[in-house]
């Protein structure tokens, strides 16, 4: 009997809505801390304080955009992993 192909690569499709990961979040907080706590906050490096809090901001952001996305790939039923 012929397996019907289309529909297993559809569900392994990975559909990215926020198109957000780990070092974009990064990237952007470290660009955030330079520009408004130039003054107050100076070493943001990966060893540093703050550092560890940009990883941490990061982290959270990456989880909350992988729920987020998971979310929005079950309310189509094309993407729908859970189909009941």
Known sequence: ???N???????HKD???SNRDFNSFKNQLRR???THFN??????SDASLAGMLIDLAAYVGDVS????DYQFS???LETA???S
């Open 5 to 11: 192909i289309k529909k297993e690569v559809a569900k």
């Open 74 to 76: 079950e309310n189509s």
């Open 65 to 68: 955009s992988y729920y987020i």
């Open 32 to 34: 955030y801390v330079g």
């Open 81 to 83: 992993t859970q189909t």
């Open 1 to 3: 009997m012929a397996r």
């Open 15 to 17: 559909i990215s809505y």
């Open 39 to 44: 003054s107050s906050i100076v070493d943001t």
